[in-house]
């Protein structure tokens, strides 16, 4: 980013010839980062649960049986599911919003609300972990 806002700085706006590649390498990198932190987010969420099922911290990092029991559930059906929760989450979200706009008693409401999801999201999650068994 850095890169980029120097070079246009340097050479000016009327040269795409000097600016042109640092921004495309800017894009670039945050495509790679939005990617990897995409496919962290999906194996970190399973890993949790993984962790709250053994109840062994280091089986949390055991990314060998992690990938294995992702593959056995299936990518698809697990990326699915969490774009299904999120999507819920955003719901979620704009309930809770709109509940915090009346004084006392929405507040109150938002509080079970808070609860309801908590324990929705735990659940969900745990469902399609144990979707299928897992790997020995």
Same mark, same amino acid.
């Not at 945050?30 to 649960?49: C, N």
């Not at 053994?54 to 029991?69: D, P, R, V, Y």
């Not at 919003?97 to 745990?126: C, D, K, M, Q, S």
């Given at each position: 980013?850095?890169? *980029? #806002?120097?070079?246009?700085?340097? %050479? ?5 010839? &000097?600016? /042109?590649?640092? +921004?495309? =390498? ?38 060998? *049986? #992690?990938?294995?029991?992702?593959? %056995? ?5 697990? &990326?699915? /599911?969490?774009? +299904?929760? =999120? ?50």
């Amino acid at each position: 980013m850095i890169a *980029a #806002i120097s070079a246009i700085a340097a %050479r000016g706006m009327d040269n795409p010839d &000097v600016w /042109a590649p640092a +921004v495309a =390498a800017v894009l670039s990198g945050i495509l790679l980062a939005a990617l990897v932190s995409l496919i962290i987010s999906f194996v970190s969420l399973f890993a949790l649960v993984r962790f709250a099922h053994t109840g062994s911290f280091f089986q949390a990092f055991n990314l060998g *049986a #992690i990938f294995s029991h992702i593959g %056995r559930v299936g990518w698809g059906a697990w &990326v699915v /599911a969490v774009i +299904v929760l =999120a999507l819920i989450g955003l719901a979620y979200s704009i309930l809770v919003g709109l509940l915090a706009n009346i004084p006392v008693l929405g507040w109150i409401i938002g509080l079970f609300v808070g609860v309801a999801y908590g324990i929705f999201h735990a659940r969900y999650l745990t469902a399609a972990y144990e979707s299928v068994p897992a790997p020995g």
